[in-house]
């Protein structure tokens, strides 16, 4: 059973930083690209950010790009987005996602393969 655990969101002003990570178990992770997901209160949800399995390729949504950064440490089974020059619009409910086929990744951010999620953390930015 593939579970997977987010931490270290938080509450940060505006032009700040976080790092969010994300641990894996119950399957060979370095198999299955990972991605990024936020949810913001009265929005859908969106993907922000996908690594590929072996970590060369990443995907970022528009609203993230240069700002964002997705990587993962396969030895580790863990992913990780740093988030800097934080705005108030990024304010979500962050979530750890990973792909449920082997080897695949799109690099142009299809999100509908993602089968298995964390329980999600809480990024706030202050004005």
């Known amino acids: 059973q593939v579970q997977l655990v987010e931490s270290g969101g938080g509450l940060v002003q505006a032009g700040g930083s976080l790092r969010l990570s994300c641990a894996a178990s119950g399957r060979t992770f370095s198999n299955y690209a990972m991605g990024w997901f936020r949810q913001a209160p009265g929005k859908e949800r969106e993907l922000v950010a996908a690594?590929?399995?072996?970590?060369?390729?990443?995907y970022y949504a528009d609203s993230v790009k240069g700002r964002f950064t997705i990587s993962r440490a396969n030895a580790k089974n863990t992913v990780y987005l740093q988030m800097n020059s934080l705005k108030p619009e990024d304010t979500a409910v962050y979530y750890c996602?990973?792909?449920?086929?082997?080897?695949?990744?799109?690099?142009?951010?299809?999100?509908?393969?993602?089968?298995?999620w964390g329980q999600g953390t809480q990024v706030t930015v202050s004005s």
């Open positions: 996602a990973a792909d449920r086929r082997s080897g695949y990744f799109d690099i142009s951010g299809d999100d509908q393969g993602y089968a298995y």
């Open positions: 690594i590929s399995p072996s970590g060369k390729n990443t």
